[in-house]
């Protein structure tokens, strides 16, 4: 991906192609900010989600609401970022497929995932949108070290990975992947991890346009986790890494 300048007004996509980007972290120098932190039970409509999140990204940027990170899961979906390639949608019939305007390419979203919308202040924060998508990625990776699975983040290729020397040697899947869009400095979309989703769902769509590697999930790789620690692990870590949270009810 080429790099794109930033004016304070910029609109900017970005998918799920920056990665190892620690040359660009920008130390903040202002005040330690609080996000509100909520968490959906059930299930959220794709579409109901968009809608609060592009409200609640627009309210940021007036300065008449404070930022946020919602945690929810999604029926069975199919998204189309912005770099989708018709020929990665292999089943189309099967969910839905929602274009969205995030960058990147096709992502499944799912019972079983955590998904992870951050609407947060990138200049305040760190002031450089590649390096706050790397931020993202460490984020997931020590999340996975909670559960003593080792991610890593690859320079040609997107996302989160997981080695697999059980299934061969060089053998990786993705556990996590990262998709953000920023309007006006706020970003919108996130991030998701793979706790228990029905894995044989992302046979409709090469994930993110990445051939000849598989997913996995922290099920799929023995791991019994409820989704309640995964929540308690992103939050814990969240707060080390970008500042505390508060907690509310779900964004309607």
Known sequence: ???RSLSSSAQVEYGLSVVNLQNH???STQPVLTAQWAVSPGLVDYADALAI???????????TAPELVWLLQHPPLYTAGTSARAEDLIDAGTFPVYRTGRGGQFTYHGPGQRVVYTMLDVRRRCGDVRAFVHLLEEWI???LLRFEVTGEARRDRVGVW???PDKGEAVEDK???IGIRVRRWISLHGLSLNVAPDLSHFAGIVPCGIR???VTSLA?????IHMNMVDAALREIFEARFGPVEMVGSPR
Not at 53 to 63: L, T
Not at 220 to 224: A, S
């Open 162 to 164: 997981v080695r697999r």
């Open 25 to 27: 972290r920008h130390v």
């Open 175 to 177: 556990i996590a992947a």
């Open 53 to 63: 999140m592009e409200e609640r990204a627009s309210a940021i940027a007036a300065g």
């Open 212 to 214: 000849g590697y598989g």
């Open 141 to 143: 990776i020590a999340t």
């Open 220 to 224: 799929d790789l023995g791991h019994d």
């Open 1 to 3: 991906m080429r790099d």
